[in-house]
């Protein structure tokens, strides 16, 4: 079975510009997490859908983020304008939607933002 | 609200030694309890999982208990190999019933030397 895709892997932009990150859930899962890392901060949730709806946006660190899921199959992050400071690693997991189950997780994209 | 605090790293270890890496957690409710591994430049995968006090979680020869009374989920394993070598993260979803974002311990860097 296919598991949690996300584009691109890597992403190297320069300050300013607009990033988009992709993923493709599970088939079948109902939710979607998008979390970051980094090496000060370690792993943090950024947004969750449920059913394609957000429930929970509180750890989008400011409106230069968004996210989307105009579907089951898709949704993106969305970095504009981009900062140094945004550079990490950004990691998609998607579930069944019950607490008990486990997030299966991407590979994740690395961004770097000169 | 909800934290996760695990041992810091590195933990270096030689091969076929004992290993055990702590991990206590604070939540409001009765959280499910997870571990998970990430090898380099990859994403997270599940280790291991326990939903309810007592309970033991097992994988490829880790094992971690749900301790309620010591609000503890240690991984344990007897004997490990230099592939085990990878960072490892406690977490917990303390949700109520609904599908809510992991919140991850620190990570701990785990290298084994042959």
């Known amino acids: 079975d296919a598991g949690v895709i996300q584009s691109p892997r890597h992403e190297v932009t320069e300050m300013g510009q607009e990033v988009t990150l992709r993923c493709k859930p599970i088939?079948?899962?109902?939710?979607l997490f998008w979390y970051r890392q980094t090496m000060m901060r370690g792993l943090e949730l950024l947004i969750y859908f449920n059913n394609n709806v957000p429930i929970d946006d509180s750890g989008m660190p400011e409106d230069r983020f968004s996210a989307k899921m105009p579907n089951a199959s898709f949704s993106t992050l969305k970095i504009q304008p981009s900062e140094p400071r945004d550079s990490a690693v950004y990691f998609c997991a998607s579930s069944s939607g019950q607490a008990s189950q486990p997030q299966h997780f991407g590979d994740g994209t690395r961004l770097s933002i000169l | 609200g909800d934290s996760v605090t695990q041992m810091e790293g590195p933990v270096t270890l030689s091969e076929e030694a004992f290993l055990t890496i702590n991990c206590t957690y604070t939540?409001?409710?009765?959280?499910?309890l997870f571990w998970y591994v990430q090898y380099p430049g990859e994403g997270l995968q599940l280790l291991l999982k326990a939903t309810k006090a007592d309970d033991k979680g097992s994988n490829k020869g880790f094992e971690a208990t749900y301790r309620k009374e010591t609000t503890s989920f240690h991984l344990e394993k007897g004997s490990v190999q230099v592939s085990d070598s990878a960072v490892y993260f406690c977490?917990?979803?303390?949700?109520?019933?609904?599908?809510?974002?992991?919140?991850f311990g620190k990570g701990t860097h785990l290298i084994i030397q042959p």
């Open positions: 977490a917990l979803i303390d949700s109520g019933g609904g599908a809510d974002g992991l919140t």
């Open positions: 088939s079948g899962h109902n939710s």
């Open positions: 939540a409001t409710g009765y959280p499910s």
